[in-house]
């Protein structure tokens, strides 16, 4: 199976490179090779395999980016959230001419004889609205409520399209927010999610900007990579023309979330200090806060762990790396 993976350098996708490298036969396939493509060429990788890591634009990718033979893409490339609010310009160059570069791509493999490769395309929770007293079902409507999410769902549309053209095979997954993110707050408006449970894991104070009555939908990065990887591999044709899952997070709020984090770390919750932002509320208070995903039930993706597994997940998997790249260790 030879992978790539757009976006290679960021959160999630060095999060699957890496699974691929230690664990990985998506579908019980062997890799056979791993391209990592990135605006900044990404970090190299020990791998039984070949991996390739090469710098670009998403916008006019070279042609190496996307090899003929490619059998599975991840197009992670993007402009989060509050940054593609900021900047309406480069969202819509990143999130919407970026993805139609990959449907150039893949149309050149197929038009030069190769088979359409399958393509997980993140799009987000955001791409909906319905806010605080939300429940959605699967067929409910993509309503975005900011240039982020009507980016993703444009680009979700183009992307079934392609699939029904057949230069592609499309799965869509629409992820819930991914928390806890390690490293340092980033760009996206709902970075504060994970700041709250993993400052104060390392001992730093934190803001929130929102009610602790706040509810979301959420995953953590174990969950979103066996997602993933499930969506590289699965039988598609049950999906037909429609090429977008909601798959199966949880519902908490932010008390959850800090009784959680009290429950791994007691007394940490008191580093979260209480200042309202209206500007990220702005962005985030649309989100629904829940879904009922019947669908991905069906088609395999597994059921989320609970905020305190989370939690603790964060603490086995990430907290030493993060403490260690924000040089807190004696
Ligand atoms: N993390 C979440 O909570 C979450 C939730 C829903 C959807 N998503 C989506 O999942 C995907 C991965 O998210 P992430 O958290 O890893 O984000 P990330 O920001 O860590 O990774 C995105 C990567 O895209 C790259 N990129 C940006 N512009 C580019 C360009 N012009 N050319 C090439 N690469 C470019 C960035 O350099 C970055 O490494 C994104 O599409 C994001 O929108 C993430």
């Known amino acids: 199976m030879n992978i790539v993976i757009l976006g290679g350098g960021g959160f999630l996708g060095r999060r699957i490179a890496r699974h691929l490298a230690t664990t990985g036969t998506p579908g019980g396939r062997a890799v056979e090779s791993l391209t990592l493509f990135d605006l900044h060429e990404p970090a190299p990788l ?27 893409i991840f197009h992670f490339a993007a402009v989060v959230s509050a940054q593609a609010e900021a900047d309406y310009e480069l969202g819509r160059r990143v999130n919407l001419r970026g993805t139609d570069a990959v449907v150039d791509a893949c149309r050149r493999l197929v038009t030069a004889g190769g088979k359409p ?27 975005p409520a900011n240039s982020y999410g009507a980016q993703k769902a444009a680009a979700e549309l183009i992307l079934a399209d392609a699939c029904r053209r057949g230069f592609m095979d499309t799965v869509s997954l629409r992820l819930p927010t991914v928390i806890v993110r390690p490293g340092r707050p980033n760009k996206a408006a709902s970075s504060f999610f994970s700041a709250i ?46 090429r977008g899952i909601n798959p199966p997070g949880i519902s908490a709020t932010i008390g959850e979330l800090l009784a959680g984090l009290d429950v791994v770390s007691p007394g940490a919750s008191a580093l979260v200090k209480r200042v309202p932002d209206p500007s990220v509320e702005a962005i985030v208070g649309p989100w629904p806060a829940c879904f009922t995903p019947v669908r991905a039930h069906a088609l395999g993706f597994r059921r989320h762990e609970t905020v305190v597994e989370l939690i ?16 807190l260790v004696n």
């Open 46 to 72: 020990d791998a039984p395999f070949p991996v390739v890591c090469l710098a670009g634009d998403i916008v006019s990718p070279p042609e190496a980016a996307i090899p003929p033979g490619t059998d599975v």
């Open 197 to 242: 449970v993993r400052e104060p894991l390392l001992g730093l104070e934190t803001e929130l900007p929102v009610a602790d009555s706040f509810a979301a939908w959420f995953c953590g990065p174990r969950a979103a990579a066996d997602w993933l990887l499930h969506a590289a591999a699965m039988d598609s044709s049950p999906l037909g023309l429609d």
């Open 312 to 327: 603790r997940a964060f603490v086995e998997d990430d907290l030493e790396a993060t403490k260690r790249d924000r040089g």
């Open 117 to 143: 490769p399958r393509v997980v395309f993140t799009s987000s929770v955001a791409s909906f609205s319905g806010g605080q007293s939300a429940n959605l079902a699967d067929d409910a409507r993509q309503i």
